[in-house]
């Protein structure tokens, strides 16, 4: 039987995901981060984008979507805080493309009283979640 660590993704709302895992992939701010069980101690940001859970004795891994957040790692455990989380199988394509369509003819209007900065900041969320659903469909690993 192969080694486990729990995990627990935790969103402002909800608990997403409460479980054990073979190891994770995590979106950090300076590339991917795979942890994997008796990771030595660790407390780091991550960036917008889709977490890897590979489940025990599953084929597939779990895809959970976060707006970036804090990681922490434990020996034993790993605990996700992000302001938004969101498994990717409920993330509807349709509607993120529709709104990232929004916000790049928002942004190419440049009107004076734009805040370009949320504006951007929107889009790179929904491009984010865009990359989960592409994840999920392709199942990469």
Do not use: C, W
């Not at 970036?68 to 990717?88: F, K, S």
């Not at 709104?99 to 900041?121: D, V």
């Amino acid at each position: 039987m192969a080694m486990t660590i729990h995990v627990d993704v935790v969103s402002a709302e909800e608990e997403i995901f409460s479980g054990t895992v073979e190891f994770a992939i995590f979106p950090g701010e300076s590339g991917e981060l795979g942890i994997m069980p008796r990771h030595t101690p660790l407390l780091t940001r991550i960036k917008p984008g889709a977490l890897r859970l590979k489940v025990p004795d599953e084929d597939r891994f779990e895809l959970v979507y976060v707006s970036g957040g804090m990681l922490e790692v434990q020996p034993h455990l790993i605990t996700v805080l992000a302001d938004t989380a969101i498994r990717a199988a409920d993330l509807d394509e349709a509607k993120l493309l529709e709104a990232k369509r929004q916000a790049e003819e928002t942004l190419s209007k440049r009107s004076g009283g734009m805040n370009f900065a949320a504006a951007e900041a929107e889009l790179a969320q929904l491009n984010a979640q865009l990359q989960a659903i592409k994840k999920m469909k392709s199942n990469v690993h």
